[in-house]
T-cell receptor, first 114, second 115 residues
Framework: AQKITQTQPGMFVQEKEAVTLDCTYD???????LFWYKQPSSGEMIFLIY??????QNATEGRYSLNFQKARKSANLVISASQLGDSAMYFC???????????FGKGTLLTVNP | GAGVSQTPSNKVTEKGKYVELRCDPI?????LYWYRQSLGQGPEFLIY????????DSGLPNDRFFAVRPEGSVSTLKIQRTERGDSAVYLC?????????????FGQGTRLTVV
Protein backbone atom coordinates (compact mmCIF):
# COMPACT_ATOMS: atom_id res chain seq x y z
CA ALA A 1 0.00 0.00 0.00
CA GLN A 2 1.11 3.53 -0.69
CA LYS A 3 0.98 6.37 1.80
CA ILE A 4 1.61 10.09 1.52
CA THR A 5 2.31 12.25 4.56
CA GLN A 6 2.12 16.02 4.53
CA THR A 7 2.98 17.23 8.01
CA GLN A 8 2.26 20.93 7.51
CA PRO A 9 -1.47 21.69 7.77
CA GLY A 10 -0.76 25.34 7.00
CA MET A 11 2.12 27.50 5.83
CA PHE A 12 2.60 31.24 5.53
CA VAL A 13 5.03 33.02 3.22
CA GLN A 14 5.69 36.62 2.27
CA GLU A 15 5.10 37.60 -1.31
CA LYS A 16 8.23 37.20 -3.48
CA GLU A 17 9.87 34.79 -1.04
CA ALA A 18 10.43 31.07 -1.59
CA VAL A 19 8.57 28.38 0.34
CA THR A 20 9.02 24.63 0.74
CA LEU A 21 6.06 22.31 1.23
CA ASP A 22 6.98 18.95 2.73
CA CYS A 23 5.93 15.54 1.47
CA THR A 24 7.11 12.10 2.52
CA TYR A 25 5.88 8.87 1.03
CA ASP A 26 5.91 5.17 1.69
CA UNK A 27 5.74 2.48 -0.94
CA UNK A 28 7.15 -0.94 -1.71
CA UNK A 29 6.97 -0.31 -5.45
CA UNK A 30 10.17 0.16 -7.42
CA UNK A 31 8.66 2.30 -10.17
CA UNK A 32 6.42 5.13 -9.13
CA UNK A 33 5.57 8.71 -9.89
CA LEU A 34 5.17 11.64 -7.56
CA PHE A 35 2.82 14.51 -8.32
CA TRP A 36 1.94 17.86 -6.85
CA TYR A 37 -1.46 19.42 -7.35
CA LYS A 38 -2.77 22.86 -6.41
CA GLN A 39 -6.38 23.28 -5.34
CA PRO A 40 -7.60 26.89 -5.18
CA SER A 41 -10.86 27.77 -3.48
CA SER A 42 -12.67 27.10 -6.77
CA GLY A 43 -12.08 23.40 -6.14
CA GLU A 44 -10.29 22.30 -9.28
CA MET A 45 -7.14 20.22 -8.86
CA ILE A 46 -4.41 21.76 -10.99
CA PHE A 47 -1.42 19.64 -11.92
CA LEU A 48 1.88 21.37 -11.10
CA ILE A 49 4.81 19.00 -11.41
CA TYR A 50 5.79 15.35 -11.81
CA UNK A 51 8.83 13.34 -10.69
CA UNK A 52 9.52 9.76 -11.73
CA UNK A 53 11.28 7.47 -9.30
CA UNK A 54 14.04 6.77 -11.81
CA UNK A 55 14.53 10.37 -12.87
CA UNK A 56 18.05 11.41 -11.97
CA GLN A 57 17.38 15.12 -11.95
CA ASN A 58 14.88 17.02 -9.87
CA ALA A 59 11.87 18.16 -11.86
CA THR A 60 11.31 21.84 -12.49
CA GLU A 61 8.36 23.68 -14.01
CA GLY A 62 8.70 27.43 -14.02
CA ARG A 63 8.62 28.63 -10.40
CA TYR A 64 7.99 25.10 -9.14
CA SER A 65 10.70 22.59 -8.40
CA LEU A 66 10.57 19.24 -6.72
CA ASN A 67 13.30 18.38 -4.23
CA PHE A 68 13.38 14.59 -4.63
CA GLN A 69 15.38 12.62 -2.09
CA LYS A 70 14.74 8.98 -2.87
CA ALA A 71 16.64 7.50 0.07
CA ARG A 72 14.65 9.65 2.47
CA LYS A 73 11.42 9.04 0.53
CA SER A 74 10.72 12.72 0.36
CA ALA A 75 9.39 14.86 -2.49
CA ASN A 76 9.18 18.43 -1.27
CA LEU A 77 7.72 21.16 -3.46
CA VAL A 78 9.63 24.42 -3.67
CA ILE A 79 7.81 27.50 -4.92
CA SER A 80 10.10 30.39 -5.73
CA ALA A 81 9.10 34.06 -5.81
CA SER A 82 5.68 33.47 -4.23
CA GLN A 83 2.72 35.35 -5.63
CA LEU A 84 -0.62 36.17 -4.02
CA GLY A 85 -2.28 33.82 -6.49
CA ASP A 86 -0.28 30.92 -5.06
CA SER A 87 -2.52 30.92 -1.98
CA ALA A 88 -4.29 27.55 -2.15
CA MET A 89 -4.26 23.97 -0.87
CA TYR A 90 -1.38 21.90 -2.16
CA PHE A 91 -1.55 18.13 -2.40
CA CYS A 92 1.26 15.67 -2.85
CA UNK A 93 0.27 12.41 -4.55
CA UNK A 94 1.87 9.26 -5.84
CA UNK A 95 1.07 6.44 -8.21
CA UNK A 96 2.64 3.14 -9.15
CA UNK A 97 3.65 3.62 -12.78
CA UNK A 98 1.95 0.39 -13.78
CA UNK A 99 -1.18 1.55 -12.06
CA UNK A 100 -3.58 4.39 -12.30
CA UNK A 101 -4.78 5.23 -8.80
CA UNK A 102 -3.42 8.36 -7.24
CA UNK A 103 -2.88 8.29 -3.49
CA PHE A 104 -3.08 11.78 -1.99
CA GLY A 105 -1.84 13.34 1.21
CA LYS A 106 -4.05 15.52 3.39
CA GLY A 107 -2.71 18.71 1.89
CA THR A 108 -1.05 21.92 3.04
CA LEU A 109 -2.86 25.24 3.00
CA LEU A 110 -0.46 27.91 1.74
CA THR A 111 -1.18 31.56 2.44
CA VAL A 112 0.89 34.20 0.68
CA ASN A 113 0.95 37.50 2.53
CA PRO A 114 1.41 40.83 0.73
CA GLY B 1 -14.56 22.52 -23.78
CA ALA B 2 -10.87 22.07 -23.23
CA GLY B 3 -11.00 20.75 -19.67
CA VAL B 4 -12.90 18.18 -17.63
CA SER B 5 -16.44 19.39 -17.05
CA GLN B 6 -18.57 18.30 -14.10
CA THR B 7 -22.23 19.04 -13.55
CA PRO B 8 -23.85 20.14 -11.40
CA SER B 9 -21.28 22.16 -9.50
CA ASN B 10 -23.43 21.96 -6.39
CA LYS B 11 -26.15 19.53 -5.40
CA VAL B 12 -28.24 19.57 -2.25
CA THR B 13 -30.44 16.56 -1.69
CA GLU B 14 -32.49 15.05 1.06
CA LYS B 15 -31.41 11.93 2.86
CA GLY B 16 -32.71 8.87 1.09
CA LYS B 17 -32.90 10.45 -2.36
CA TYR B 18 -31.14 9.34 -5.54
CA VAL B 19 -28.55 11.57 -7.23
CA GLU B 20 -26.57 11.51 -10.46
CA LEU B 21 -23.31 13.36 -10.99
CA ARG B 22 -22.02 13.86 -14.50
CA CYS B 23 -18.47 14.05 -15.84
CA ASP B 24 -17.43 15.06 -19.35
CA PRO B 25 -13.73 14.23 -19.79
CA ILE B 26 -11.19 15.81 -22.08
CA UNK B 27 -11.79 14.67 -25.65
CA UNK B 28 -9.64 11.69 -26.56
CA UNK B 29 -8.84 10.70 -22.99
CA UNK B 30 -9.53 7.00 -22.60
CA UNK B 31 -8.98 6.83 -18.85
CA LEU B 32 -11.52 8.34 -16.47
CA TYR B 33 -11.47 8.38 -12.68
CA TRP B 34 -13.81 9.37 -9.89
CA TYR B 35 -12.48 10.54 -6.54
CA ARG B 36 -14.23 11.70 -3.40
CA GLN B 37 -12.86 14.48 -1.22
CA SER B 38 -14.20 14.87 2.27
CA LEU B 39 -13.68 18.07 4.23
CA GLY B 40 -10.06 18.52 5.27
CA GLN B 41 -8.85 15.45 3.38
CA GLY B 42 -7.16 14.67 0.12
CA PRO B 43 -9.13 13.01 -2.66
CA GLU B 44 -9.75 9.27 -2.33
CA PHE B 45 -10.09 6.94 -5.28
CA LEU B 46 -13.53 5.56 -6.09
CA ILE B 47 -13.52 4.01 -9.57
CA TYR B 48 -11.51 3.89 -12.78
CA UNK B 49 -12.75 3.41 -16.34
CA UNK B 50 -10.68 2.41 -19.30
CA UNK B 51 -12.95 3.01 -22.25
CA UNK B 52 -16.46 1.87 -21.46
CA UNK B 53 -15.62 -0.65 -18.78
CA UNK B 54 -15.00 -0.14 -15.09
CA UNK B 55 -11.51 -1.58 -14.72
CA UNK B 56 -11.41 -1.03 -10.98
CA ASP B 57 -14.31 -0.13 -8.71
CA SER B 58 -12.58 -1.13 -5.50
CA GLY B 59 -12.90 2.34 -4.03
CA LEU B 60 -16.68 2.50 -4.13
CA PRO B 61 -17.74 2.51 -0.45
CA ASN B 62 -20.80 0.27 -0.84
CA ASP B 63 -23.43 -0.94 -3.29
CA ARG B 64 -25.34 2.33 -3.12
CA PHE B 65 -22.66 3.76 -5.38
CA PHE B 66 -22.52 2.92 -9.07
CA ALA B 67 -20.92 4.53 -12.12
CA VAL B 68 -21.28 4.09 -15.86
CA ARG B 69 -19.53 5.24 -18.99
CA PRO B 70 -21.64 3.72 -21.77
CA GLU B 71 -19.95 5.27 -24.79
CA GLY B 72 -16.46 5.64 -23.44
CA SER B 73 -16.73 9.38 -22.95
CA VAL B 74 -19.22 10.92 -20.49
CA SER B 75 -19.52 9.18 -17.14
CA THR B 76 -22.25 9.32 -14.54
CA LEU B 77 -21.76 8.54 -10.85
CA LYS B 78 -25.01 7.38 -9.29
CA ILE B 79 -25.75 7.32 -5.58
CA GLN B 80 -28.86 5.62 -4.26
CA ARG B 81 -30.52 6.21 -0.88
CA THR B 82 -28.13 9.02 -0.05
CA GLU B 83 -26.87 9.38 3.51
CA ARG B 84 -25.48 12.43 5.30
CA GLY B 85 -22.06 10.77 5.27
CA ASP B 86 -22.08 10.91 1.47
CA SER B 87 -21.66 14.70 1.67
CA ALA B 88 -18.36 15.52 -0.01
CA VAL B 89 -16.86 16.94 -3.18
CA TYR B 90 -16.87 14.38 -5.97
CA LEU B 91 -14.02 14.92 -8.39
CA CYS B 92 -13.70 13.48 -11.86
CA UNK B 93 -10.40 13.23 -13.71
CA UNK B 94 -9.27 11.98 -17.08
CA UNK B 95 -5.95 11.11 -18.64
CA UNK B 96 -4.71 10.17 -22.06
CA UNK B 97 -3.70 6.75 -20.82
CA UNK B 98 -3.83 5.17 -17.38
CA UNK B 99 -0.22 4.51 -16.47
CA UNK B 100 3.19 6.05 -16.86
CA UNK B 101 4.05 9.65 -16.12
CA UNK B 102 0.92 11.13 -17.62
CA UNK B 103 -0.92 13.35 -15.23
CA UNK B 104 -4.64 13.22 -14.59
CA UNK B 105 -6.61 16.38 -15.31
CA PHE B 106 -9.34 17.12 -12.82
CA GLY B 107 -12.66 18.87 -13.09
CA GLN B 108 -13.88 21.41 -10.57
CA GLY B 109 -15.93 18.82 -8.77
CA THR B 110 -19.51 18.48 -7.64
CA ARG B 111 -20.17 19.49 -4.05
CA LEU B 112 -22.83 17.12 -2.76
CA THR B 113 -24.67 18.02 0.43
CA VAL B 114 -27.11 15.54 1.91
CA VAL B 115 -29.48 17.11 4.42
Amino acid sequence: AQKITQTQPGMFVQEKEAVTLDCTYDTSDQSYGLFWYKQPSSGEMIFLIYQGSYDEQNATEGRYSLNFQKARKSANLVISASQLGDSAMYFCAMRDLLNYKLTFGKGTLLTVNP
Amino acid sequence: GAGVSQTPSNKVTEKGKYVELRCDPISGHTALYWYRQSLGQGPEFLIYFQGTGAADDSGLPNDRFFAVRPEGSVSTLKIQRTERGDSAVYLCASSLRPGGPTEAFFGQGTRLTVV
